[in-house]
Every structure is written in structure tokens, then in C-alpha cells.
């Protein structure tokens, strides 16, 4: 089965700061993979996702990610993260063929320090 | 386009008692998904639709726990009787039919807190 661990349960950052939250998985083929984001009290809102093609992908508010076959790794970067990117991160992933939904992550919690 | 619409947003009971919570997916997608999020455990996969039947309910973790999708709008999760071990924040997720690709759409979710 597969599985997807996120190794940092908190990660704080001061603002303007760069970001990178880690994730990797395990498969035996490549998944389809994704990244939300939840807000306190909020749901899961789509940051961004890999399908195929370019490895390096494009979400919103500024984040992107890069796929990396050789390490099995989906991290999400932000060249510079603001106040409202304080929440909670969850990498997941699909591997395809009528699967039972998404296996997510434990989540990275994202403190940012002013 | 609405999104996925769950209520209660909060729900507060006491143990024994049954909760109900309800899910209005988008519409036109043909899969629905029940999730729980819990501290200890992260995000658990309960049970899931398609096109209203229920496909995989190995998640779901005891018969206290029931859901149901009458229609292709509507969706139940029903806990019979509560303990204080189902609080959770319990989200509905749903899907476009002509996915294949696995990615939901959440609903903001139903905290629900058993004392």
C-alpha cells in the first residue's frame, strides 16, 4: 500500500523567509500527487498538484512544488512566506487505477514568526 | 459554483447520543468521501461513494458508525451511540466523475465534540 510521510510535524519560519516542506512517498510507480492546505477551522483548500510532464509545478499564492522521481520526494517551496501562510500543509497522494480516494500525510504545521 | 456544503459546523453532544452529520456535494461529481481528522491519527479515509453506492467501508471503524447517500446530492455519516473517543472534525470530500486523477474537493468540515 502506499504511504506518504511529511518528516516535519512543525516547522517555524520567520516572514519574508523562504520555505520548503518536505514529503515523501512510497510507491512502486509514480502517483498522482498534491498538496492542501488548511486554515484553522477550515477545510482542505487545493495548493497544487503533479499529474505528469514538468516536475516543477505552479500552485497558488506563491507556492510551487518539485517532483523528484529518484528520491520518491513532493516538497512545496514559497521564496517568501507572509503571516497568512501560517496553517497546516498535507502532501498526499493517488496512485491511480480506481483506488480508494487520496492517503495523505500527518500534516507539517507552519508557524510564521514576525 | 457552490462548494461542498457540510453541516453542522460544530456540533457539541453528550456520550449515547446520536449525531447525524450531513453532506451536500458539487454537483455533477459522482464520488463522495467521509474523512476524519483527529490529532493522534491524521486524516482516516471512513467510507466512500460512487455514484451513491457505498464501494469501500473498511475504514469506518465500528457499527456505531453508519453512512448513507440517498441521492446523488446528499450524504449522511450517523453515529450511534457517541462516545467522547468520536471527536473529530469529520470532512465530506467529493469528486468529478470523470476523474482519474483522485483529486477532492472538501467541505470546511463538522467538529464534533463528545463529552
Known amino acids: 500500500a502506499q504511504s506518504v510521510t511529511q518528516p516535519d510535524i512543525h516547522i517555524t519560519v520567520s516572514e519574508g523567509a523562504s520555505l520548503e516542506l518536505r514529503c515523501n512517498y512510497s510507491?512502486?510507480?509514480?502517483?498522482?500527487l498534491f498538496w492542501y492546505v488548511q486554515s484553522p477551522g477550515q477545510g482542505l483548500q487545493l495548493l497544487l498538484k503533479?499529474?505528469?510532464?514538468?516536475?516543477l509545478v505552479q500552485g497558488i499564492k506563491g507556492f510551487e512544488a518539485e517532483f523528484k522521481r529518484s528520491q520518491s520526494s513532493f516538497n512545496l517551496r514559497k521564496p517568501s512566506v507572509h503571516w497568512s501562510d501560517a496553517a497546516e500543509y498535507f502532501c498526499?497522494?493517488?496512485?491511480?487505477?480506481?483506488?480508494?480516494?487520496?492517503?495523505f500525510g500527518k500534516g507539517t504545521h507552519l508557524i510564521i514568526q514576525p | 459554483d457552490a462548494g461542498v456544503i457540510q453541516s453542522p459546523r460544530h456540533e457539541v453532544t453528550e456520550m449515547g447520543q446520536e449525531v447525524t452529520l450531513r453532506c451536500k456535494p458539487i454537483s455533477g461529481h459522482n464520488s463522495l468521501f467521509w474523512y476524519r481528522q483527529t490529532m493522534m491519527r491524521g486524516l482516516e479515509l471512513l467510507i466512500y461513494f460512487n455514484n451513491n453506492v457505498p464501494i469501500d467501508d473498511s475504514g469506518m471503524p465500528e457499527d456505531r458508525f453508519s453512512a448513507k447517500m440517498p441521492n446523488a446530492s446528499f450524504s449522511t455519516l450517523k453515529i450511534q451511540p457517541s462516545e467522547p473517543r468520536d471527536s473529530a472534525v469529520y470532512f465530506c470530500?467529493?469528486?468529478?466523475?470523470?476523474?482519474?486523477?483522485?483529486?477532492?474537493?472538501f467541505g470546511e468540515g463538522s467538529r464534533l465534540t463528545v463529552l
Open positions: 510507491y512502486g510507480a509514480t502517483p498522482y
Open positions: 498526499a497522494v493517488y496512485p491511480g487505477g480506481g483506488a480508494d480516494g487520496l492517503t
Open positions: 470530500a467529493s469528486q468529478p466523475g470523470q476523474s482519474n486523477t483522485g483529486e477532492l474537493f
Open positions: 503533479y499529474f505528469s510532464g514538468d516536475t
